[in-house]
């Protein structure tokens, strides 16, 4: 099992990996700092995906967007994160590795920009995201990332747009 901080031309997400073959059960991830995201206004370490995923095949990998890398570093939170990832396999033995990240490697990457007629998303995603006083926390049932998404590509949400839309690269 392995959680990543994947970079990708200035967007940050959080991806938990299951590299073995066979499914992997009662997956938890625990992060040493809370994590804010989507400009701060989301606790995305307190998602369920980190606290609830129940299985996770062999091989499959599950990741959610945290922040652009800009707004990450203007918001001054450590960049120095420990996470440790436990699970079960089928006979009920447990797991436990802890995986240390450097977030402050991001900081002076460049990168592309999108060619002009591609969606733009970090600016579709500020529109969308209204200004919290306190940082959204997660009720059992409800999803504040699909509505933050909505409209926006996602090929693991059906009719995440509109056909004949163009995709969102990101």
């Given at each position: 099992?392995?959680?990543?901080?994947?970079?990708?031309?200035?967007?940050?997400?959080?991806?938990?990996?299951?590299?073995?073959?066979?499914?992997?059960?009662?997956?938890?991830?625990?992060?040493?700092?809370?994590?804010?995201?989507?400009?701060?206004?989301?606790?995305?370490?307190?998602?369920?995906?980190?606290?609830?995923?129940?299985?996770?095949?062999?091989?499959?990998?599950?990741?959610?967007?945290?922040?652009?890398?800009?707004?990450?570093?203007?918001?001054k939170?450590?960049?120095?994160?420990?996470?440790?990832?436990?699970?079960?396999?089928?006979?009920?033995?447990?797991?436990?590795?802890?995986?240390?990240?450097?977030?402050?490697?991001y900081?002076?990457?460049?990168?592309?920009?999108?060619?002009s007629?591609?969606?733009?998303?970090?600016r579709?995603?500020?529109?969308?995201?209204?200004?919290?006083?306190?940082p959204?926390r997660?009720?059992p049932?409800?999803?504040?990332?699909?509505?933050?998404?909505?409209?926006?590509?996602?090929?693991?949400?059906?009719?995440?747009?509109?056909?004949?839309?163009?995709?969102?690269?990101?």
């Open positions: 099992m392995l959680v990543d901080f994947v970079f990708d031309r200035g967007l940050l997400s959080i991806s938990i990996k299951n590299i073995g073959s066979r499914p992997a059960f009662g997956v938890r991830v625990e992060f040493s700092h809370r994590l804010m995201g989507v400009e701060g206004t989301i606790e995305v370490s307190a998602l369920a995906l980190f606290s609830a995923l129940e299985s996770l095949a062999g091989g499959k990998e599950i990741s959610t967007f945290l922040d652009s890398s800009a707004s990450l570093f203007r918001s939170q450590p960049v120095e994160i420990a996470t440790r990832i436990s699970c079960q396999d089928a006979r009920g033995r447990r797991f436990t590795t802890s995986i240390r990240h450097n977030l402050e490697i900081r002076e990457i460049g990168y592309g920009m999108r060619a007629g591609e969606r733009d998303c970090t579709l995603l500020r529109a969308q995201v209204p200004r919290r006083e306190e959204a997660i009720r049932g409800l999803s504040p990332l699909r509505e933050l998404f909505e409209g926006v590509y996602n090929p693991h949400v059906p009719d995440s747009i509109e056909p004949g839309a163009r995709k969102c690269v990101a």
